[in-house]
């Protein structure tokens, strides 16, 4: 199989830190996503992208990546990993996230050799997740549920010893809490399984809210439009208002995760100016420099 270097991945240095590796991915994932991306290979691409993430985001996983890495492997070259399985031992539960991105639509799906054997998540007919006893009987996991799940209450199949379930998801769980099932522990007893949210690729949470960045162009900015955002529960039209700045956020009320009160969607403007590619759009913005300059001199 081949090594692959997920720094290369994301287009960041090895030290790149927390916050650098999350804006790569953001911005990769958003740009890869095979329900905006029109490139043939858009979706192996996606996946190679939250492959990547799913590793430089956890700390244990990077530094056991990075200690194989340091070893002086290079991008594509043969890798074949030491006999009895993969470099990275966790005690995270052992849950096989790509069965439960697979099924329900995250993205996630389709890791690969290589991140099956570094990190012994299993290969062929052993793939699975495995879980921990906790008590006479009880089994805890964790459990990775995509935002989509978490907003509309929904069913995930998942593998864990080796055996096939499906869980309902309860509408706007929150991180933390669990889900329980009962006999599908150890020796007839409950399987705990503890809810974490997966990473998306568009969206962020802070308590009930769902924060995204949208990328705007100067004129839009400056001149106002109305612009479809995508949400949870599908693309909504938001206004922008003329003379908005970047960093400015606005607004959309109850889409975000379901809840007594429900968290609303908060949409950050960021405003990029494209590069001029022709000779037609760099006389543009010489156009527009003359006439913001024109209008300095003529205020100052």
């Known amino acids: 199989m081949e090594f692959k270097d997920y720094y290369t991945t994301l287009g960041v240095e090895p030290t790149a830190g927390e916050a650098e590796i999350k804006t790569a991915y953001r911005r990769l994932a958003r740009k890869y996503h095979p329900d905006v991306s029109k490139e043939a290979d858009a979706e192996d691409k996606f996946k190679a992208v939250n492959e990547a993430y799913e590793v430089l985001r956890d700390p244990e996983k990077r530094k056991a990546y990075d200690q194989l890495r340091a070893q002086g492997y290079r991008p594509g070259e043969e890798y074949n990993p030491p006999p ?42 052993a793939r699975g997740g495995s879980a921990r006893q906790e008590g006479p009987g009880d089994t805890r996991a964790r459990l990775a549920v995509p935002l989509e799940t978490v907003y509309r209450g929904d069913s995930l199949r998942i593998t864990i010893n080796g055996k096939q379930l499906d869980v309902k998801v309860p509408k706007g769980i929150r991180p933390g809490q669990s889900i329980r099932l009962a006999g599908q522990g150890s020796n007839g007893g409950n399987l705990l399984l503890q809810v974490e949210y997966a990473p998306h690729p568009q969206f962020e949470v802070d308590d009930r809210n769902i924060l995204y960045t949208l990328e705007l162009t100067p004129w839009q900015a400056a001149l106002g439009t109305s612009i479809g955002v995508p949400t949870l529960g599908g693309t909504v039209e938001l206004k922008i208002p003329a003379g908005s700045d970047a960093g400015r956020r606005l607004r959309l009320r109850g889409r975000g995760l379901p809840g007594t009160t429900p968290g609303d969607q908060i949409v950050e403007l960021e405003i990029n100016a494209p590069v001029p590619v022709n000779d037609a759009q760099r006389k543009a913005y010489v156009q527009l420099q003359k006439a913001f300059e024109g209008k300095k001199a003529a205020e100052s």
């Open 84 to 125: 009895g399985g993969g470099q990275y031992h966790g005690h995270d539960g052992g849950f096989d996230f790509e069965d439960v991105f697979g099924n329900a639509g995250g993205g996630g799906a389709g890791f690969s050799d290589f991140f099956e054997s570094l990190f012994n998540r299993g290969r062929g007919g």
